[in-house]
């Protein structure tokens, strides 16, 4: 069995945390689309998980080069699953989805493996992220009444990405 290096081991493990999701993910739109019968941009969401899969069998290709892999390339592909989301998330009702802390696995692996300045990063890109999900998405209901609400929950948002980063490794 070959040694992996830590930065190997996290890209491993981010694999396989994302195969778990995108086939999690396709059987949720499969039951949200047949199930349910919610109208959505089937192949637009389709088109989203077949570009995550690509990713995710490039990484696993990428992992059998002998190149080393550094911190800043885990977090580029980091920074992929948070795009990958919000394409996801936009067509599915963004925020307003109950999957939308799919978008706090990213940042939970930064502040587990990633020095805090990468984390500050990560951090900024989910909470932007989820900030504009929650004006710009295609809904999946009529949009819920008062705006004050959809904006505190920004704010719920702010306080645990800080904290994770606060707790990540430092530099």
């Known amino acids: 069995m070959p040694h992996f290096s830590d930065s190997r081991h996290h890209l491993l493990q981010l694999s396989y945390i994302r195969t778990v999701t995108i086939i999690a993910q396709a059987c949720l739109l499969f039951y949200a689309v047949e199930g349910l019968g919610i109208v959505v941009h089937l192949w637009m969401a389709i088109g989203a998980l077949l570009a995550m899969t690509l990713l995710n069998l490039l990484t696993l290709y990428r992992l059998k080069a002998d190149l080393p892999l550094t911190q800043l390339e885990f977090l580029f592909q980091l920074m992929a699953d948070i795009f990958f989301y919000v394409c996801l998330l936009y067509q599915l009702g963004g925020t307003g989805n109950p999957f939308s802390s799919?978008?706090?696995?990213?940042?939970?692996?930064?502040?587990?493996?990633?020095?805090?300045?990468?984390?500050?990063?990560?951090?900024?890109?989910?909470?932007?992220?989820?900030?504009?999900?929650?004006?710009?998405?295609?809904?999946?209901?009529?949009?819920?009444?008062?705006?004050?609400?959809?904006?505190?929950?920004?704010?719920?948002?702010?306080?645990?990405?800080?904290g994770l980063t606060l707790s990540s490794r430092p530099c």
């Open 102 to 162: 799919l978008l706090l696995i990213p940042l939970i692996i930064s502040a587990m493996t990633l020095p805090r300045n990468y984390t500050w990063l990560v951090a900024t890109l989910v909470t932007t992220s989820y900030t504009f999900l929650l004006f710009y998405h295609v809904p999946l209901r009529p949009p819920p009444q008062g705006t004050i609400c959809r904006s505190s929950v920004t704010l719920t948002y702010t306080p645990p990405a800080s």
